[in-house]
Each structure stands twice: as C-alpha cells, then as structure tokens.
C-alpha cells in the first residue's frame, strides 16, 4: 500500500476529510493538502494512526518501518538498603 492509498484509507475510516481534520483539531483544507501531496506530514503520522487504525507506518513509510507497538520506558536499577 502506498502513502497516497493509506491516506485515502484514513479518510474512509474517519468517515470524511472534514472528519478527519475535525478529530485532529485541524482544518479540513488542511487535510486537502495533504491528498494534494499524497501523504500526511511526518508530524501527523501518529495522530492519524491514532483516530483512524491506520498505521503509521503505512502513512509514512520513512518514518518507521515496524508496526507500532507501546513504548517501554527504560530505568536503571535501583536497589534501597533497608
């Protein structure tokens, strides 16, 4: 799948471009630009996954080339003395 046909597939999931910029807090000309271009911004990406299912990785493929998956944070260990 291409960027361009992923980010149609955003946009049938969310139902609308109008739809899709209204659940991103953005504007809807917005979203036409991204069609236009053929791909959402780098800076999106996540969002876009986030609202429609669709993922990131198949909205930008330079971006990640894994499926998402959570973040594990990493901590050092710390042992307490009694």
Same mark, same amino acid.
């Given at each position: 799948m291409t960027p361009d046909e992923a980010l149609n597939l955003a946009i049938r999931c969310a139902g609308s471009r109008v739809a899709l910029a209204k659940r991103l807090g953005i504007?809807?000309?917005?979203? @036409?630009?991204? *069609? &236009? *271009?053929?791909?959402?911004? &780098?800076?999106r990406a996540l969002e876009v996954e986030q609202v429609t299912g669709v993922p990131r990785y =198949? =909205? $930008? /493929? @330079? =971006? @990640?080339?894994? /499926?998402? $998956? /959570? *973040? *594990?944070?990493?901590? @050092?260990?710390?042992?307490l003395g009694s």
């Open positions: 504007s809807s000309p917005a979203v @036409d630009q991204w *069609v &236009k *271009v053929g791909r959402c911004p &780098k800076s =198949l =909205l $930008r /493929p @330079d =971006l @990640d080339q894994e /499926p998402s $998956r /959570p *973040v *594990v944070p990493q901590y @050092d260990m710390v042992i």
